[in-house]
């Protein structure tokens, strides 16, 4: 089941947009991003980063204006514990 962030990729989009914004497969996404690759699974699953699917369920495909616009947004500011030794 696809989430709320998550397309079908479709052969019907422009071309423009296809040439201008392509669609990176996750490690090519992770090395634009520099960042590692779970940390992309992370952030599409917790519905901060946008993607798009091949075959529902299946290979991961996200474009660099998804990454800019996942980067430049606020990030949430999480409380973390640190365990005393």
Same mark, same amino acid.
Do not use: H
């Given at each position: +089941?696809? $989430? *709320? ?5 479709? /052969?019907?989009?422009?071309? @423009?947009?296809?040439? $201008?914004?392509? #669609? ?6 992770? @090395?634009?991003?520099r960042c590692s690759e779970i940390t992309l699974r =992370?952030? %599409? @699953?917790?519905?901060?980063? =946008?993607?798009?699917?091949? *075959?529902?369920? /299946? =290979? %991961?495909? %996200?474009?660099?204006? +998804? %990454?800019?616009? #996942?980067?430049? @947004? ?5 409380? $973390? $514990? =640190?365990r005393r030794k």
């Amino acid at each position: +089941m696809l $989430t *709320n962030a998550e397309t079908v990729i479709s /052969q019907s989009e422009p071309a @423009a947009v296809r040439f $201008t914004d392509p #669609w990176l497969k996750l490690k090519e996404a992770a @090395a634009v991003a520099r960042c590692s690759e779970i940390t992309l699974r =992370r952030a %599409i @699953a917790d519905g901060y980063l =946008r993607c798009g699917r091949i *075959n529902p369920g /299946q =290979r %991961i495909r %996200i474009r660099e204006s +998804m %990454i800019s616009e #996942w980067l430049s @947004a606020p990030r949430p500011v999480v409380e $973390t $514990t =640190r365990r005393r030794k």
